[in-house]
């Protein structure tokens, strides 16, 4: 990145990692310098929590509030009910209105830990695009939105192309996606004001829409921002790991395991997620990226607490720092740990060691859990254990079991009380 930036949150984003494109730096630079910005960024309401995934963009927004601009979280209840088909090989289920509407109150959980809602300039403000597309007329709206949109070009955004290059089918209803998520920048402008969208780079194409809509209808010039496709340094995509999605809902996702995921970074990845992912001086990520041997391990501690402390509170990453001390050094079991809890009526007939894996949740199939057993990849109570058929009834559980698998994961067998 060459472009040398004025303003603080251009500057924010070129030197922490957070910009892959814009439609234009220099103008969109200029507007932040003279005044406020509001910016969006859409969230379609397909599950209850949002995931490490989605984080990268929450700090952008967190960084656009820092430098005296205001957020706009732009909840998608009508948009949800299309489905974004950007890289995707399948259609997305359609959820009912009511899962909609429960999605969305579980995601607003996240976003009041990073932002500053309220009435003043700069604070955030929180809306969903249902209030606008519920009530749209579909004939209105092919005359007066859809002749700007020429089917070639729409065909031509590799989100779309990726799709039918590989021939797979692609809904009309699909198709309409990037429409409706145009005229959600274009009401935006319209209604708030908002001169900045802001997104992954798979949304590139739908963005450049909704700037090139805005400008048709209603001559406001307004901007596109994408930030980078995340993986980690060994491929993976960021956010996924053995055991699912990283959700940034407690209820969803303990606290310890949360901080354990980013405890795990690959030595490689820490420098370059301690600037997107905390508050950090640049230069001390460098220099904490930069250790090695048995110093990075203290570097990916630090980044642990410092996410953590920003998802779940300073108390929560101090509890699961001292959880796995407890457990790493000390060969304890840490009060912190993800806990199945079993009945004694349930486990009357005994429980096989396989069956504890996949129910606390360290494997995902019964095959997968024996595998891993016989392997050589398990221990019960730091103790190397071989057998997947093993049985555990309520009198093994008098105190409780600590399940490891590999070296890293650990979770809790206990009686239900």
């Known amino acids: 990145m060459t472009y040398h930036a004025k303003s603080d949150f251009m500057r924010v984003m070129i030197e922490r990692g957070y910009l892959a494109d814009c439609t234009d730096y220099q103008a969109l630079d200029e507007a932040l310098v003279k005044g406020v910005v509001p910016a969006y ?3 379609d309401a ?41 890289f995707r090989s399948d ?13 969305i109150a579980g995601m607003k959980q996240v976003f009041a830990k990073y932002l500053r809602y309220g009435e003043g300039a700069t604070d955030a403000i929180m809306l969903n695009n249902a209030e606008w597309l ?42 309409n996606y990037m429409i409706l998520q145009a005229y959600d920048f274009l009401e935006l402008n319209r209604r708030y004001g908002c001169l900045l969208q802001m ?61 354990q995921f980013w405890r795990n970074t690959t030595d490689a ?18 220099r904490l990226g930069a250790l090695a041997g048995a110093e990075i391990n203290a570097a990916k501690i630090i980044l642990a607490n410092e996410v953590t402390s920003l998802c779940h509170g300073p108390e929560a990453a101090a509890a699961a720092e001292a959880t796995a001390r407890e457990v790493f050094e000390k060969g304890g ?7 199945l809890a079993l009945d004694a009526a349930e486990i009357a007939e005994g429980i096989s060691l396989a069956q504890l894996f996949v129910r606390s ?7 997968d859990a024996k595998r891993l057993i016989t392997e050589g990849g398990a221990r019960v109570n730091d103790i190397d254990v071989t057998d997947p058929g093993q049985f555990y009834a309520a009198g093994d559980l008098a105190e409780p079991l600590k399940l490891t698998a590999g070296k890293k994961r650990h979770a809790l067998v206990v009686l239900a009380q």
């Open 91 to 103: 259609e997305r289920p359609l959820l009912t209105p009511d899962q909609i509407d429960e999605n």
């Open 361 to 367: 949740g360290l494997s995902k199939s019964g095959k």
């Open 134 to 175: 519920d009530n749209l007329n579909y004939l209105e709206f092919l005359r007066d939105i859809g002749r700007h949109f020429s089917v070639n070009r729409m065909l031509s955004f590799e989100s779309v192309k990726s799709r039918l290059d590989r021939e797979q089918s692609l809904s009309f209803l699909e198709f």
């Open 41 to 43: 960024i859409g969230y």
């Open 46 to 86: 397909t599950a209850k929590s949002l995931h490490v995934g989605h984080l990268l963009n929450i700090m952008m927004l967190r960084w656009l509030q820092k430098t005296g601009h205001k957020p706009i979280t732009l909840m998608g209840g009508g948009t949800t009910k299309v489905g974004d088909p950007s």
């Open 333 to 339: 079991v840490g009060d912190d740990l993800p806990t």
């Open 199 to 259: 997104g992954g780079s798979d949304q590139w194409g739908n963005i450049v829409n909704g700037v090139d809509l805005t400008r048709r209808v209603i001559d406001h010039e307004v901007w596109g921002l994408t930030s980078p496709l995340l993986t980690t340094s060994d491929g993976r995509k960021m956010g996924k790991s053995a055991g699912g999605a990283m959700w940034l809902n407690a209820d969803m996702l303990s606290p310890y395991e949360f901080w």
């Open 269 to 286: 990845d820490v420098g370059r997620f301690l600037k997107l992912y905390t508050e950090l001086p640049v230069e001390e990520c460098d």
